[in-house]
């Protein structure tokens, strides 16, 4: 049996909004591990949607889930580049 198609089918969405706010955070920006930290924060703060193919999921929805599932991808994102700011900034202080 071949899994590779399987996915979480909100890692594209959260990968995305990453890119696009990372050059907010310009010291997590240049570090590629802690942009990947913030992936996973976010990710594990959404839950998860095992999906073959997006369009399958997409296509499910009405506007308003679409809405939803959008807004909950800017909070998780928000969220985890704070948390992962904050986490490295005390790292550093030590």
């Known amino acids: ?39 996973c924060v976010a990710l594990n703060r959404m839950t998860p949607r095992y999906v073959r193919n997006n ?12 809405a939803n599932q ?3 991808v800017k909070s998780a994102v928000d969220y985890a580049f704070a948390f992962v700011q904050l986490r490295s900034a005390q790292d550093d202080s030590r």
């Open 55 to 66: 369009v399958d999921m997409a296509f499910y929805m009405d506007d308003s889930e679409l």
């Open 1 to 39: 049996m071949i899994f590779e198609s399987v996915h979480n089918y909100h890692e594209g969405a959260i990968f995305r909004q990453i890119r696009e706010q990372a050059p907010l955070f310009p010291g997590l920006a240049t570090k590629p591990g802690l942009l990947a930290d913030v992936a």
């Open 70 to 72: 959008r807004a909950g």
